[in-house]
């Protein structure tokens, strides 16, 4: 029987849609919603030429392709991640286990540098400015996350740490019979839901005028909502605190989470500055070098 302040878990089946022995289960409809829905949000962005002033942008056939690209890079960069920062001596020891990806185990970490790649890589291939595929990324990517979040909930997985009195607090069916914080609605609230605000607020104030300047702003963005959040969830179970105590859940303790935020953090201002001193915008060649080149 779960305690007094406690919400009993909302017993969502984790498989959506049973066709025979084919099972199609919310995380993954997580990720179609948010790739359907980044796609369908980076088309309107390139179609408002208001927002780009004069700096070259993808075409409508750009982004259609960049999807495929970036949802490879995702789930390859995801897995490769978490095995790599999460749980390496299981891997090492059982090295089939990397394929199992029905298993679970995604980082978004590791997703994020896997999707990075895979832009910068479709912009050499394609001639675009990688920084303005990282820039529009920035704008859609809360989606995803909002999504994701939401999926983590119903399958009732990367749980809260314990708190007995927390009106809101949830009793998971795998996580003990102990009251939790719901970090994955947390999440969806902070990462999805805020982030997807200030970056359409950001847009519309800056557009994709300085190349990296959105990109930036998410990255420092999603490394502080990331990190608050991680006060609330608890670590992995088999890396624990990698420094401190679980005292409470604003009282200490630093996870895996925290520790990969720092770098993206330190990025995401670098980008900022450089971006807002127009270190990134192209730079215009001489009416000379034009000619030369047969541009004029």
């Known amino acids: 029987m779960p305690p007094l302040l406690a919400l009993p878990f909302p017993a969502v089946d984790p498989v959506a849609v049973s066709l025979g022995p084919v099972e199609i289960k919310w995380y993954a409809l997580s990720y179609i919603a948010g790739l359907i829905g980044g796609w369908f949000y980076a088309r309107r962005l390139v179609q408002a030429e208001s927002l780009w002033g004069g700096v070259k942008r993808p075409s409508l ?28 001596p ?7 286990e990397i394929l199992a990806i029905r298993n679970g185990g995604m980082s978004f970490h590791g997703g994020f540098l896997g999707a990075v790649l895979a832009m910068l890589l479709f912009a050499r291939a394609r001639s675009l400015g990688g920084l303005n595929l990282l820039d529009i990324s920035a704008v859609v990517v809360p989606i995803g996350l909002f999504f994701g979040r939401i999926a983590n909930f119903v399958n009732g997985e990367l749980w809260g740490r314990a708190a007995p009195d ?69 670590p992995d179970r088999q890396l624990g605190f990698l420094f401190g105590q679980d005292v409470n859940a604003l009282g200490g303790g630093i996870t895996m989470g925290m520790l990969l935020c720092v ?11 450089l971006a807002a001193r127009g270190v990134t ?14 541009q004029i």
Not at 196 to 203: H, I, N, T
Not at 220 to 227: H, I
Not at 281 to 294: D, L, V
């Open 263 to 273: 770098p993206m953090a330190l990025v995401g201002i670098v980008a900022i500055v």
């Open 61 to 88: 056939t750009d982004i259609d392709d960049l999807v495929v690209w970036v949802a490879l890079g995702v789930v390859l960069g995801g897995r490769i991640g978490y095995v790599l920062f999460y749980n390496l």
């Open 90 to 96: 299981l891997y090492l020891d059982q090295p089939l």
């Open 166 to 234: 927390f009106p809101y607090a949830v009793v998971f069916p795998t996580g003990g019979d102990v009251p939790r914080y719901p970090s994955q609605l947390f999440e969806a609230a902070t990462e999805g839901l805020l982030l997807f605000v200030v970056m359409a607020l950001a847009v519309r104030r800056f557009g994709f005028r300085r190349p990296g300047l959105l990109g930036g702003l998410f990255v420092l963005g999603y490394a502080v909502t990331r990190t608050f959040c991680e006060f609330f969830r608890e």
């Open 281 to 294: 915008r192209p730079r215009r060649k001489s009416p000379e070098i034009q000619a030369e080149a047969g």
